[in-house]
């Protein structure tokens, strides 16, 4: 099935851009996404592409899809203390629709 | 907010107990989900309905059943209850079949 993993933990400073990394290792996965959770409270949609892209920008958010490689990335542009929390990747095939989510990156921005 | 709700927020209960939890998907969504979260597991997908029937299966133990109503709300019925059940349980809805999900706060459920 489906593995999606993602480095534990990112520290940067505010002002600073962040780059979130994530693997996954089904050639299927047709959808993938960020999520965002805040200490004690649910996941936040970020943003999502879908395989056929390479890119999609939204404000200060940019991802990136390597579909060779199976990787993508979530850059977050001019970071705030405020995006402190733990960035979630899921990956999603067509036909199983069930999310399979990577382990998490927490990230810690620091003044 | 995601528009999706769930209850209760937090609940205590004992080993071999059952619980139910609630989840009412946004307006519109004819599709719900229920994940688990745990230290161990990480986030886990339990089950999908849409709209009234049983659409995907994930790692939902035979304890555990799920249910969605003519109104689309859905409950989580969790039985014989384990140590090991506590966690987080996320409910999400979606327009459709696949597509995006959104997320409800959670219910925190904690065995002792």
């Known amino acids: 099935g489906e593995d999606v993993e993602q480095s534990l933990f990112l520290s940067v400073r505010e002002g600073d851009s962040s780059v979130i990394n994530c693997t996954y290792t089904d050639s299927s996965s047709t959808y993938l996404y960020w999520y965002k959770q805040e200490p004690g409270a649910g996941l936040q949609l970020l943003t999502y592409i879908f395989s056929n892209m390479d890119m999609k920008q939204d404000q200060r958010l940019t991802v990136l899809l390597n579909k060779k490689d199976k990787h993508l990335s979530l850059r977050i542009a001019d970071t705030q203390t405020g995006d402190s929390a733990i960035y979630f990747c899921a990956a999603m095939n067509t036909g199983f629709q069930k999310l399979v989510f990577g382990t998490g990156t927490r990230l810690l921005v620091s003044p | 907010d995601s528009g999706v709700t769930q209850t209760p927020k937090h609940l205590i209960t004992a080993t071999g107990q059952r619980v139910t939890l609630r989840c009412s998907p946004r307006s519109g969504d004819l599709s719900v989900y229920w994940y688990q979260q745990s230290l161990d597991q990480g986030l886990q997908f339990l089950i999908q309905y849409y709209n009234g029937e049983e659409r995907a299966k994930g790692n939902i133990l035979e304890r555990f059943s799920a249910q969605q109503f003519p109104d689309l709300h859905s409950e989580l019925n969790l039985s014989s209850l384990e140590l090991g059940d506590s966690a987080l349980y996320f409910c999400?809805?979606?327009?459709?079949?696949?597509?995006?999900?959104?997320f409800g706060p959670g219910t925190r459920l904690t065995v002792t």
């Open positions: 999400a809805s979606s327009v459709a079949l696949e597509g995006e999900q959104y």
